[in-house]
């Protein structure tokens, strides 16, 4: 599997790398776009070039060979093999595309992580994308950008290898809507730092290698008093709880954690002491961006397998399909799948011109969780009692992708962001000085 995917990611390395990483978008002819060169971007599509497109067949193969034959049986297990499966798509050269050359990345720009982050969506699971989500563009970015040579060898590069399987720790038990409320330590104590504390709902968490820790550095304000620290899970006073209970995301591997005067070196930080909340607050931007893609080909394949499903099914003596509310509200969902790509391919390219693009991020994780509700909730409802089994895939996409109003920041978390940036939220009132 590797060896056939790999050279067609190096070769579009090389592609890319004798032209601009970033081609912006420019209205062209039909006639210009015909005869363009296969670096161009293809017509209708705001962000994919050629080369996007070969590297999504690429991994789509490594999909339908290497993944989905194995996914009911990973569901029925409540697990999947993490390592075996992040080492063949590190392997393929998918773990690292947008990260530097010189820890093993492809040093592609964000694009080609949402055309492979849109691929992963060909999985048919909610649960495996995610994992791999969160160890391509959830624990790895900040590091990529603000790590030290020393944490990016140590940490990065088995990443990118898929030799190391990462986890991102930032919810705890108190919650995980207001990150600068985390209660988790690290303290300086000789050349190290102790952690005590835990994290909640950590993702990878049983069989990762390490965690991107957020934790509290200092007493200092909450928004300047955290750090983002490298933690190798097999460090002495890390135990893990029993896998949690859950109605979804059945191979998913969620995991509490507990530091117990946990002790890491202080040169596992990443970046700057006191700039973790920030740092993360820029991370989520990819995890936000990359929770969107990941969900457009799963929507559209239940709105087709249920065009099919209502045309093959009769009611009443015709095609369930031939109701006017069933076909207009199935018309209705597709534009909408398709406004959420607009949208989302916009963010990426303004992204990647290096724009603050927090406000069209959060918009596209807001608008994606509610319509992957809506779309699993009404085309469920199409398929009658046969919705119910789980022979279906409408129904483990209707489990799994309730997270996505949760996850990654609450759709009421969105909607504060979207608020500040219209300067709508309401300021806390100043308290009178006392007399
Ligand atoms: C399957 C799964 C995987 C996850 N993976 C990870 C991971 O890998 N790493 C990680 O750090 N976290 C992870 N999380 C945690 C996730 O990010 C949090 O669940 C999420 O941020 C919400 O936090 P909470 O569950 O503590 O809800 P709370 O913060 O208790 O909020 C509960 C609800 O209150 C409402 N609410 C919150 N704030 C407001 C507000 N200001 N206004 C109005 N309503 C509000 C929202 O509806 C919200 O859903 C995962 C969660 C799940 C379920």
């Not at 791999?132 to 790895?140: E, H, L, P, R």
């Not at 005590?196 to 390490?210: E, L, V």
């Not at 099919?308 to 597709?334: C, D, M, W």
Request: with cysteine; net charge neutral.
């Amino acid at each position: 599997m590797a060896s056939s995917a790999f050279p067609v990611v190096r070769n579009i390395v090389r592609k890319c790398c004798s032209r601009p990483i970033y081609q912006p978008f420019r209205l062209k002819s039909s006639t210009s776009a015909a005869s363009s060169s296969s670096s161009e971007i293809r017509p209708g599509e705001t962000i994919y070039t050629d080369e996007h497109f070969q590297l999504r067949d690429s991994l789509r193969k490594v999909i339908e060979k290497d993944i989905n034959p194995h996914v009911d049986e990973w569901e029925a297990a409540g697990q999947f093999p993490a390592h075996e499966v992040f080492k063949k798509l590190g392997d393929a050269g998918f773990l690292g595309v947008t990260k530097p050359t010189e820890y093993g990345g492809l040093g592609l720009d964000f694009s080609y992580s949402i055309a492979l982050a849109e691929e992963l969506g060909g999985i048919n699971c909610g649960a495996i994308p995610m994992a791999v989500g969160v160890q391509t563009d959830m624990a790895t970015p900040a590091l990529a950008t603000f790590g030290s040579d020393r944490v990016k060898r140590e940490f990065l590069t088995p990443s990118i290898t898929g030799d190391k399987v990462s986890c991102l720790g930032v919810s705890e038990v108190g919650g995980g809507s207001d990150v600068a409320s985390i209660q988790t330590k690290a303290v300086k104590k000789g050349g190290d730092y102790v952690i005590n504390g835990g994290k909640m709902w950590t993702t990878n968490g049983f069989q990762a290698d390490w965690m991107c820790l957020l934790a509290n550095t200092s007493d200092g304000p909450p928004h300047m008093n955290k750090s983002l620290i490298c933690l190798p899970m097999d460090a002495k006073g890390i135990t893990l709880a029993k896998r949690i209970d859950k109605l979804g995301m059945r191979s998913s591997d969620t995991a509490q954690v507990f530091f117990d005067d946990v002790h890491v070196p202080q040169e596992y930080i990443i970046g700057e002491e006191g700039m973790g909340f920030t740092y993360q607050m820029v991370q989520f931007q990819c995890e936000r961006m990359f929770a969107a893609a990941a969900a457009i080909l799963p929507l559209q394949a239940i709105i087709k397998e249920t065009i099919e499903y209502t045309r093959s099914r009769k009611a009443f003596g015709q095609p369930i399909l031939n109701n006017q509310s069933v076909h207009f509200t199935l018309a209705e969902l597709e534009t909408e799948v398709e406004l959420i790509k607009s949208l989302l391919y916009r963010t990426v390219a303004l992204y990647i011109q290096g724009n603050d693009v927090t406000k069209l991020a959060s918009m596209c994780k807001l608008k994606v969780g509610r319509l992957s509700r809506e779309v699993t909730d009404k085309c469920l409802q199409y398929w009658g009692g046969m919705g119910f089994t789980n022979d279906v895939l409408i129904s483990r996409f209707y489990r799994d992708f309730r997270l996505l109003s949760i996850g990654g920041g609450a759709d009421e978390v969105m909607l504060n962001i979207i608020c500040k940036y219209m300067d709508t939220l309401p300021k806390p009132p100043k308290l009178k000085p006392k007399a």
